[in-house]
C-alpha cells in the first residue's frame, strides 16, 4: 500500500469525521440505491457508512495501491503466498470445477481434489443407504464429529446453518473441548453399534482432538467394540497421513486434505465431511459450488463492485482512521448463530498480527475483534451499548429474505428489527426530538429536559446490510467465501500474512509444560501466579 493512498484516505477522514449519515442522507436522495451493490444473490446495502464517493473511491484507490488485484490473482494461481511457512494458499482449489487446473509443484490439485470429493460421496451414499454398518451389522444413526478450530467450527455452523436441508435421519454431534464434560455428554446417550466417528485434525497433533478421540475409542471398545471392528467406526481427516495410522486409524478410512488448505479455510475440503453426512453430497457440492460463485465474483467484478472488496475497505476505514477496535456480526437468522463464532476465528486467527510481509513491526491496528450474535436476541442484551455507548462498532446485519418456515409474521417482525436497528443506528435521535416527544406527552419542561439527556441516541453508527435471497447451500457457501476473501483484502492493505497462526503456539508449549507439573512428570519452572495454581489445583483434586 503507497503512503500517499494512505494519506488520501486520512484527509478524508478528517473530512468525513465529523458529517452525520443523516445529513448524507438528506443531501442525496439517492444515497441508498448508489451505495448497494448486488452479486451472488446478495443484496450488500452499505449506504449507512459513514463514506460519500470520495472517500469511498480514495478507500479502492487506498486497496489498489496495495496491488490487491495482483495479489489475489497470485493467491488463486496457487503461488507461495504464506511465506513463512512457503505454502500456497488453495481453499479455492477445493471448489474448482473437475476439468479446472492450479498447479503446485507442477501437479494439477485439482485432480486430487475431486478424487477426495469423489471418496466422500462414496461414503456417504454407503452411510445413508445402510451399506457401510457397524460391527453388529446395524445401520449408523449417529456420527461423532471431533475436531477443534477450523476442523470444528466451519463443519458446525455449515450443518446447523443447513438444518432444513438434511438428507438422512443420521445425528451429527460436534465435540471440540477438552473438557470431559462435554464428549462424555455426547457418549452418554449414544450406542456404540450405531456410531461412526469422524476425526478431523489437519496436523494431527491437536492436544484436544487427540484426546478426546481416545476417549471415545476407549469407549467404544468398553462398550462392547473389539480392536478389529475400530476400523468400522473411526475414520479420520488429515494431511499427516503417517500420524494418522500411527495412532491406528487404517489407511482406508483416512480423508486426505493438504498443506496448501489452511484450516480455518478448510470447509471445502474432507473437513466437511460431517456436512456431506448431514445434508447429503450434493448438497455439499451445492454449498462449494456458492463458494465458487463468489470466488468469480471475487475475480471478475470491478473493485467498486465488488463485494468482498467493498467489506474489506470499509472495515480498513474504521479500524485504522475512525479507530474502532471490534465489529459485530448480526445473523437475523437462528439457523446462522453460529456465523459470528465461526468469522471469529476466519478473522481474527488471519488478521490478528503484528509483523508486516516485510518483517517489520506494523504500528496500526490490524484485525479487530469480531463478536456478535442472532438477532434479535442481541437487541435485548449488548445492542444498548451500541447505540448510546462511547464508541462505534461497525456492524454487520445479515438477513436471507426467504425463510425455510411458513410463519409469514414471524418472519415479517424478524425482518423489521433488523432494517429498524440499522435506521436506529443510522439516525439516532436528537435531545430536541425526544424532548419535544416529551413535552407533547405532558412531561414538566424540567423532567424532558433530564430525560432527552439520558435517551440521547448520537446516531452515525455504521452497518452493511447484507440481504440474501434464502439460507440454502449455495447461499451459505457464497457468504462464507464473501468473508474469506473480505479478510484477506484487508490482510493485502495491512501488507500481512493471513495465512499463518504463530500466535497459538506459544500458548499450546507452555500448556504441555504446565499438565507435566499437574501430572507430577516433571517440575518445570513456572511464574509464581501459574506454580500458585498448579499447587491449589493439585491440592484441591488429591
Ligand atoms: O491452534 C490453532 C489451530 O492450529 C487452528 O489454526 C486450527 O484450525 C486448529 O488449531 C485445529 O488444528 P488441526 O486441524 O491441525 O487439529
Not at 490473482?73 to 473437475?98: C, P, S, W, Y
Not at 483484502?489 to 507452555?510: T, Y
Amino acid at each position: 500500500m503507497s503512503d500517499q493512498a494512505w494519506q488520501n484516505v486520512e484527509q478524508e477522514y478528517i473530512r468525513m469525521k465529523n458529517t452525520h449519515m443523516r445529513d448524507l442522507f438528506a443531501a442525496d436522495a439517492d444515497r441508498a440505491s448508489r451505495f448497494t451493490t448486488k452479486a451472488c444473490g446478495f443484496t450488500l446495502d452499505y449506504s449507512k457508512n459513514r463514506i460519500d464517493e470520495a472517500s469511498l473511491k480514495s478507500l479502492i484507490e487506498l486497496a489498489e495501491s496495495a496491488d490487491l488485484t495482483e495479489k489475489r490473482d497470485a493467491m488463486f494461481a496457487g503461488e507461495i503466498i504464506n511465506t513463512t511457512e512457503q505454502r500456497a494458499v488453495l481453499h479455492t482449489a477445493l471448489r474448482r470445477k473437475a476439468d479446472d487446473n492450479v498447479l503446485v509443484d507442477g501437479e494439477n490439485v485439482v485432480t486430487e481434489v475431486h478424487q477426495t470429493l469423489a471418496k466422500i460421496k462414496n461414503f456417504v451414499q454407503q452411510v445413508h443407504s445402510g451399506v457401510r454398518q457397524g460391527y453388529t451389522g446395524k445401520a449408523f444413526t449417529d456420527v461423532v464429529a471431533i475436531g477443534i478450530g477450523g476442523s470444528f467450527l466451519g463443519p458446525k455452523i455449515v450443518t446447523e446453518a443447513l438444518k432444513p436441508y438434511r438428507a438422512s435421519t443420521i445425528r451429527v454431534h460436534f465435540v471440540a473441548n477438552v473438557d470431559g464434560h462435554h464428549i462424555t455428554d455426547v457418549l452418554a446417550k449414544l450406542n456404540a453399534e450405531t456410531t461412526l466417528v469422524v476425526m478431523s485434525s489437519k496436523s494431527f497433533t491437536t492436544q484436544e482432538t487427540l484426546k478426546n478421540t481416545e476417549t471415545t475409542r476407549d469407549w467404544f471398545l468398553q462398550s462392547g467394540g473389539s480392536f478389529n471392528d475400530i476400523a468400522k467406526h473411526f475414520m479420520c481427516v488429515s494431511s499427516n497421513i503417517e500420524k494418522a495410522t500411527e495412532f491406528g486409524i487404517s489407511e482406508d478410512n483416512i480423508f486426505p486434505m493438504w498443506d496448501w488448505v489452511g484450516g480455518r479455510y478448510s470447509l471445502w475440503s474432507a473437513i466437511g465431511l460431517p456436512i456431506a453426512l448431514a445434508i447429503g453430497f450434493d448438497n455439499f457440492e451445492q454449498v462449494l459450488s456458492g463458494a465458487r460463485e463468489m470466488d468469480e465474483h471475487f475475480q471478475s467484478a470491478p473493485l467498486s463492485q465488488n463485494l468482498p472488496v467493498l467489506m474489506g475497505v470499509l472495515g480498513v476505514w474504521y479500524s485504522n482512521f475512525f479507530g474502532c477496535q471490534s465489529h459485530v456480526l448480526l445473523p437475523y437468522s437462528h439457523y446462522l448463530r453460529g456465523f459470528p463464532a465461526y468469522v471469529q476465528q476466519l478473522d481474527m486467527e488471519s488478521n490478528g498480527k503484528g509483523t508486516d510481509h516485510n518483517d517489520g513491526a506494523i504500528s496500526h491496528t490490524t484485525g479487530p475483534i469480531i463478536w456478535g450474535g442472532e438477532g434479535t436476541n442481541g437487541q435485548h442484551a449488548f445492542h444498548q451499548l451500541m447505540h448510546q455507548g462511547n464508541t462505534i462498532i461497525p456492524a454487520d446485519f445479515i438477513l436471507p429474505v426467504k425463510p425455510a418456515h411458513d410463519e409469514t409474521e414471524h418472519h415479517q417482525m424478524l425482518a423489521s428489527n433488523c432494517f429498524a436497528q440499522t435506521q436506529a443506528l443510522m439516525q439516532g435521535e436528537t435531545v430536541e426530538e425526544i424532548k419535544s416527544n416529551l413535552l407533547a406527552k405532558g412531561i414538566d419542561e424540567a423532567q424532558a429536559d433530564k430525560l432527552a439527556r439520558h435517551k440521547f441516541m448520537p446516531g452515525n453508527r455504521p452497518s452493511n446490510t447484507l440481504l440474501m435471497t434464502e439460507l440454502n447451500p449455495s447461499q451459505l457457501g457464497s457468504l462464507i467465501a464473501l468473508y474469506e476473501h473480505k479478510v484477506f483484502v484487508q490482510g493485502v492493505i495491512w501488507n500481512i500474512n493471513s495465512f499463518d497462526q504463530w500466535g497459538v503456539e506459544l500458548g499450546k508449549v507452555l500448556g504441555n509444560r504446565v499438565l507435566d507439573a499437574l501430572q507430577d512428570k516433571a517440575q518445570p519452572q513456572l511464574d509464581a501466579s501459574t506454580q500458585q495454581l498448579v499447587d491449589i489445583f493439585k491440592s484441591s483434586i488429591n
